[in-house]
């Protein structure tokens, strides 16, 4: 059998390899088979040598071959075009019905031998999921790893299953102890949660197994903060209320974007960190757009409640968090962006008509978020429905729809400068230097507004700044 033959069927080559071998389909791999989902995720139990038994499954598909943890002898081939993974652990216990015994939920441990034939299923995993249910596999075995607690909910809400009622009690229970979990593998459930099509539900559960107060403190401390009467929620909800916007937005029409709808379909759609696309770090941005209100709420002489600073106190908040659960530096910098900026439209509401300077500044401003930035303020908006809310929410929708073009234009790429930084100093005798810098932003401002468009008229331009002593400050 060739390398090609088996290539694109790692399974059709272990059961070559271990003819004669104890070994069985486990996890979330009969799981997916059972309810009919694809899947490239192949998890196997073997009553052997993993090693061995990977390095020569490697072999034969050609692919490489990796320890995934020395402590439990686990290992993985990968195929080289990533189209499919094995995942070989070593049976955890002198039978399979051991080493099911020791896994997280009932769906999960539900084995099939390898060569084919009847399903192992000590614990009914295969009636759960016919009912619909996610259960555990006993307290004990959900205890061995706190991470469960927010696998739970993740697995609730991407298979559409409600958690049995003594699991969810046994969680809440077990709540605290995700505090000695790694940060990293608690974001690489909570990624899937806030990314996916039941975000709203998941971060439901979590509020209600007490994970949220656990791994997003920040998040639970909104609740119950009241705000001004054009707010009809308090923060939480509305927080919520915006990520449900949010998540609208991602397909929404010309209804409410307009004609940048299909051009914004697009950017949402492109990878940004963390294998998270701009659309699901823009749900983060949500999350976290008003999280330092509770820290800057106050309440005026006229009895006005003022959240003065949450923008940029909540920029360096979200920053926080997220390097707490060590998400990537680029994930950080652009949901900060997200969280410093959402307010910059709604001032530009009162400005109206805009002038083309005040669109330059504030794509100029916001990038590289500029469009991401347009979205959570149109949700952020559509969630706020207190007082005199539908008149607001048309005008800033109006703008909203007006600013998304520029901005779309500009993430595309910066408009070419009219002159070089190096030919506008020796048109003007100038060293190159701050003055020169503050001069070329003058001119991309000017050139934005339709001001000036020919080198000529530039440097025109850039002689009156000069002459009127507008440079100093630069220098």
């Given at each position: 059998?060739?390398?090609?033959?088996?290539?694109?069927?790692?399974?059709?080559?272990?059961?070559?390899?271990?003819?004669?071998?104890?070994?069985?389909?486990?996890?979330?791999?009969?799981?997916?088979?059972?309810?009919?989902?694809?899947?490239?995720?192949?998890?196997?139990?073997?009553?052997?040598?993993?090693?061995?038994?990977?390095?020569?499954?490697?072999?034969?598909?050609?692919?490489?071959?990796?320890?995934?943890?020395?402590?439990?002898?686990?290992?993985?081939?990968?195929?080289?075009?990533?189209?499919?993974?094995?995942?070989?652990?070593?049976?955890?216990?002198?039978?399979?019905?051991?080493?099911?015994?020791?896994?997280?939920?009932?769906?999960?441990?539900?084995?099939?031998?390898?060569?084919?034939?009847?399903?192992?299923?000590?614990?009914?995993?295969?009636?759960?999921?016919?009912?619909?249910?996610?259960?555990?596999?006993?307290?004990?075995?959900?205890?061995?790893?706190?991470?469960?607690?927010?696998?739970?909910?993740?697995?609730?809400?991407?298979?559409?299953?409600?958690?049995?009622?003594?699991?969810?009690?046994?969680?809440?229970?077990?709540?605290?102890?995700?505090?000695?979990?790694?940060?990293?593998?608690?974001?690489?459930?909570?990624?899937?949660?806030?990314?996916?099509?039941?975000?709203?539900?998941?971060?439901?559960?979590?509020?209600?197994?007490?994970?949220?107060?656990?791994?997003?403190?920040?998040?639970?401390?909104?609740?119950?903060?009241?705000?001004?009467?054009?707010?009809?929620?308090?923060?939480?909800?509305?927080?919520?209320?915006?990520?449900?916007?949010?998540?609208?937005?991602?397909?929404?029409?010309?209804?409410?974007?307009?004609?940048?709808?299909?051009?914004?379909?697009?950017?949402?759609?492109?990878?940004?960190?963390?294998?998270?696309?701009?659309?699901?770090?823009?749900?983060?941005?949500?999350?976290?757009?008003?999280?330092?209100?509770?820290?800057?709420?106050?309440?005026?002489?006229?009895?006005?409640?003022?959240?003065?600073?949450?923008?940029?106190?909540g920029a360096q908040l979200a920053r926080d968090i997220l390097g707490r659960l060590r998400t990537s530096e680029r994930l950080?910098?652009?949901?900060?962006?997200?969280?410093?900026?959402?307010?910059?439209?709604?001032?530009?509401?009162?400005?109206?008509?805009?002038?083309?300077?005040?669109?330059?500044?504030?794509?100029?401003?916001?990038?590289?978020?500029?469009?991401?930035?347009?979205?959570?303020?149109?949700?952020?908006?559509?969630?706020?429905?207190?007082?005199?809310?539908?008149?607001?929410?048309?005008?800033?929708?109006?703008?909203?729809?007006?600013?998304?073009?520029?901005?779309?234009?500009?993430?595309?790429?910066?408009?070419?400068?009219?002159?070089?930084?190096?030919?506008?100093?020796?048109?003007?005798?100038?060293?190159?230097?701050?003055?020169?810098?503050?001069?070329?932003?003058?001119?991309?401002?000017?050139?934005?507004?339709?001001?000036?468009?020919?080198?000529?008229?530039?440097?025109?331009?850039?002689?009156?700044?000069?002459?009127?002593?507008?440079?100093?400050?630069?220098?």
């Open positions: 059998m060739s390398v090609a033959d088996v290539a694109g069927d790692p399974l059709r080559a272990l059961r070559g390899l271990l003819a004669g071998t104890d070994a069985w389909l486990v996890g979330g791999l009969v799981r997916d088979r059972l309810l009919g989902r694809p899947t490239i995720d192949f998890d196997v139990a073997v009553a052997g040598d993993t090693a061995a038994i990977a390095r020569a499954l490697a072999r034969r598909v050609g692919a490489p071959a990796f320890p995934l943890s020395e402590a439990f002898g686990a290992w993985r081939v990968i195929a080289r075009d990533h189209s499919w993974q094995v995942d070989l652990a070593p049976l955890g216990g002198a039978t399979i019905e051991d080493d099911l015994g020791q896994r997280d939920f009932t769906i999960n441990a539900i084995a099939e031998p390898l060569p084919g034939g009847e399903l192992v299923d000590p614990f009914g995993g295969r009636v759960d999921l016919e009912a619909g249910r996610l259960r555990m596999v006993s307290p004990a075995a959900f205890a061995s790893d706190p991470l469960r607690t927010l696998r739970l909910p993740r697995l609730a809400v991407e298979l559409g299953l409600a958690v049995d009622g003594a699991t969810a009690e046994v969680a809440r229970g077990l709540a605290p102890a995700l505090s000695t979990v790694a940060a990293e593998r608690i974001f690489a459930e909570l990624k899937r949660i806030v990314g996916g099509d039941g975000a709203l539900r998941g971060l439901e559960l979590m509020l209600t197994l007490r994970v949220t107060s656990q791994i997003l403190p920040e998040l639970a401390d909104l609740r119950g903060v009241e705000q001004s009467p054009y707010h009809h929620l308090d923060v939480y909800d509305h927080t919520m209320a915006a990520l449900a916007e949010t998540i609208a937005l991602e397909g929404s029409g010309e209804a409410v974007l307009g004609e940048s709808a299909p051009a914004v379909k697009s950017l949402l759609a492109e990878p940004l960190a963390d294998e998270l696309t701009r659309g699901q770090a823009l749900r983060f941005g949500a999350l976290f757009h008003d999280i330092a209100k509770p820290q800057t709420r106050s309440v005026n002489a006229e009895g006005r409640v003022l959240f003065l600073g949450h923008d940029a106190r950080r910098a652009h949901v900060a962006a997200l969280t410093q900026n959402h307010l910059r439209l709604g001032f530009l509401v009162h400005e109206l008509p805009l002038s083309r300077r005040a669109v330059y500044r504030y794509v100029r401003t916001c990038e590289p978020v500029e469009v991401d930035v347009t979205l959570l303020s149109i949700a952020d908006r559509l969630a706020t429905r207190g007082a005199r809310s539908d008149q607001a929410i048309m005008r800033h929708l109006e703008l909203a729809r007006e600013l998304l073009g520029d901005a779309l234009r500009w993430h595309a790429g910066r408009p070419e400068p009219i002159l070089r930084g190096d030919e506008l100093a020796r048109r003007l005798r100038i060293r190159p230097g701050p003055e020169i810098g503050f001069l070329l932003g003058e001119l991309e401002e000017a050139a934005f507004a339709g001001e000036v468009s020919t080198p000529a008229e530039a440097v025109a331009l850039a002689r009156d700044l000069v002459g009127r002593g507008k440079t100093e400050d630069a220098q």
